[in-house]
């Protein structure tokens, strides 16, 4: 028996580009692997009304990890239209299947790393090194949300938030309500999560990215919680930031961060911000954590207008399968990853048209793959 079972979703779009990138990496890595391909995507919601099936969770439930390239997705009344014709009126719902995957296996750290690497054309400066932490599960993204809104929540929210008198004016059909929900639960692991990374690798400072001047409650929570894991390190400092002016001070000063920690919105942000100034989605990778299953996916979408065409950077995926290595303890092999990355990038010779060249996907892979 193989030591790991890593089930390969390439999913849509350019999602199919990248994993071959990364499967000519991890040919060359040689982990004592067994890849399983598994079906996720576009066409699966088409054919059979749901992007994930369930025969996919089963048989994640059995793999160590997951390795995801990217998905297709449209709003509610796009998706239906592209039903096949007999799944269509039936109340199908198109669920984002990254989503469900994050809440299904309570992948509740979404861990993104933004490196300048030396000699990177896109770099906005050469000494970035940020991780963010971006909780995964909660916040907005939970889905409890309404529209319009029902009589009988209305008549409770009314009873108890006087600041629904804002909105006594207007009918309930015309009034959309998403909720943000955190957990005291929630908040705690993803700040420890942050401080335990920070102090495995030496970080001085954690920084909190919330709004708790105006979000009184949930941003409240999250920077109370902070606070009392943050007790438990006392050679690492908080820094609470809010996120308005983080936006500012990660363009003006990037250098000066190294963990951040946020909420799933606001991290969903900042993250897209830093992950631009080190490249954008052609360098952006993440992993989407629990404390004993993983889902590891490059950042950028299914780019339709490139699926297939082999022209897409691969680094983004190439980031994320280091990121993979590392997760598995596989730390020898992530290193040799990143090394062979830095110099691909720091040479210049073969670099997609993102970075101004004119080499494919795969000339990146396997250039990558002789420098280990
Ligand atoms: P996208 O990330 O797919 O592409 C936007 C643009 O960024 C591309 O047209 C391309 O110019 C550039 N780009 C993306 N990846 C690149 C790479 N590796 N190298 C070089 N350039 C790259 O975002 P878009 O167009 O907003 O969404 C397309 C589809 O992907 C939609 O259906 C969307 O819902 C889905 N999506 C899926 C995600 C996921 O699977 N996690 C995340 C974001 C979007
Ligand atoms: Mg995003």
Not at 78 to 90: D, F, H, N
Not at 339 to 358: F, S
Request: charge should be negative; include cysteine.
């Amino acid at each position: 028996m193989p030591k790991y079972r890593i089930a390969l979703m390439p999913g849509d779009g350019i999602g199919n580009d990248v994993m071959d990138a990364a499967k000519i990496v991890l040919d060359k890595v040689g982990l004592d692997a067994e890849y399983i391909p598994t079906d996720i995507g576009w066409e699966f919601w088409r054919q059979e009304g749901e992007a994930l099936p369930q025969r996919t969770v089963d048989l994640l439930k059995t793999c160590t990890c997951a390795l995801f390239g990217a998905i297709t997705s449209m709003p509610k009344e796009e998706a239906e239209a592209e039903l096949l014709p007999e799944l269509q009126g039936k109340g199908l719902v198109y669920r984002s299947p990254i989503v469900r995957l994050r809440q299904t296996f309570d992948l509740y750290m979404n861990l993104r790393p933004c490196k300048a690497y030396a000699g990177n054309p896109l770099n906005y400066r050469d000494d970035i090194d940020l991780v963010i932490f971006r909780e995964n599960t909660q916040d907005l993204y939970a889905g409890v949300e309404f529209h319009p809104l029902p009589e009988d929540l209305r008549a409770k929210l009314e009873e108890h938030s006087p600041n629904m008198k804002a909105f006594k004016g207007t009918a309930s059909e015309d009034i959309a309500v998403s909720c943000r929900i955190l957990t005291r639960e929630g908040c705690r692991r993803i700040v420890r999560a942050a401080f335990e990374y920070a102090k495995k690798f030496n970080y001085p400072t954690v920084t909190l990215v919330e709004k708790p001047n105006v979000i009184r409650e949930t941003s409240g929570l999250m920077v109370r919680e902070a606070r009392k894991v943050a007790a438990e390190y006392p050679g690492i400092e908080l820094w609470e930031t809010n996120v308005d002016a983080m936006a500012m001070w990660l363009v003006k000063n990037p250098q000066n961060y190294g963990v951040m920690v946020s909420s799933n919105m606001f991290g969903d942000i900042i993250s897209d911000l830093a992950a631009q100034l080190v490249g954008g989605l052609g360098f952006a990778s993440s992993g989407n954590m629990s404390d004993t299953f993983a889902v590891f996916e490059p950042t950028h979408g299914s780019a339709p207008k490139y699926a297939g065409q082999y022209k897409v950077n691969p680094m983004a995926m190439l980031l994320t399968v280091k990121l993979m290595l590392d997760w598995l303890g596989e730390f020898e092999s992530a290193k040799a990853l990143e090394t062979a990355i830095a110099a691909v990038i720091a040479e210049g010779k073969i670099r997609t048209y993102d970075m101004g060249g004119k080499n494919t996907t795969l000339d990146v892979a396997h250039a990558v793959a002789e420098k280990m």
